[in-house]
């Protein structure tokens, strides 16, 4: 019988694995297929860095971490700091705060192209392993767990939800637990019922934002504010050089 290498050799080049329970938000370009076929290239390569630019700072505003860019979609995860338990409430904060920018973003671009921008969220809680295989260290810590798979699902059924967040129970229970059951960020939040998603054999409950994003709009931080300027005025800036 030829013989193998031991089961644990398989693993010697990956770092010991990080657990611990954290809030993961998947985020993604809506219709992106359409946008690459319809808009010149520039255009495109514009729109995604001012989607970048929005969640980047976005994340960094509420003390996440950005796990990887996967073209028009970003995964970013949040835990608790230290003296701090709130990680579901800053992924809630930071998601509405993606689509507020993301409208102001759109209103440009609806200008420009007369097409308008949307973006899908979907957010949980949950226990997550995080560690850096040898093969892919140059791309950064690898990170794997239901709540990242659940994440990613959801924010692909938020458009047939008729909705732009969308939040698995295990996250808002745990905001819940953080800021008491008045909080005001989970009053825009209706509970959707179970849904089953791919990959999994029991379903998930999930609510949905139900609030426009414009009725969140007034209450945009200042950090927030600059950042959707900036990426407004880039879109034009881009416009003008296409036409000249």
């Known amino acids: 019988m030829t013989r193998t290498e031991p089961q644990s050799d398989v693993f010697q080049c990956a770092e010991t694995l990080r657990h611990r329970h954290v809030a993961v938000m998947f985020a993604d370009l809506d219709h992106f297929t359409r946008i690459c076929i319809d808009d010149p290239p520039e255009f495109v390569f514009g729109l995604i860095r001012d989607f970048q630019r929005v969640v980047t700072s976005a994340v960094a505003e509420f003390r996440g971490k950005l796990n990887s860019y996967q ?3 970003i995964l970013a995860t949040f835990a608790d700091l230290a003296g701090r338990a709130d990680c579901t409430t800053r992924a809630l904060k930071c998601a509405q705060t993606i689509l507020e920018q993301i409208e102001a973003l759109s209103l440009a671009h609806t200008r420009m192209s ?95 934002l139900s609030e426009p994003v414009s009725d969140l709009c007034s209450g945009m931080s200042n950090p927030a504010r600059s950042t959707a300027n900036v990426a407004v005025a880039g879109l034009r800036a881009l416009a003008v050089a296409n036409a000249s």
């Open 114 to 208: 007369g097409r308008s921008v949307s973006i899908s969220i979907g957010l949980q809680y949950g226990q997550t392993w995080t560690g850096t295989i040898d093969i892919s260290r140059r791309f950064g810590p690898t990170i794997i767990g239901d709540a990242v798979n659940v994440a990613t699902r959801l924010e692909q059924r938020a458009r047939a939800l008729d909705a732009r967040l969308v939040v698995g129970d295990d996250l808002i229970q745990r905001a819940r637990c953080e800021a008491g059951p008045t909080a005001y960020e989970l009053s825009p939040f209706v509970k959707v019922g179970p849904l089953f998603v791919h990959g999994r054999r029991t379903p998930v409950d999930v609510w949905k």
């Open 71 to 73: 073209g028009d979609g």
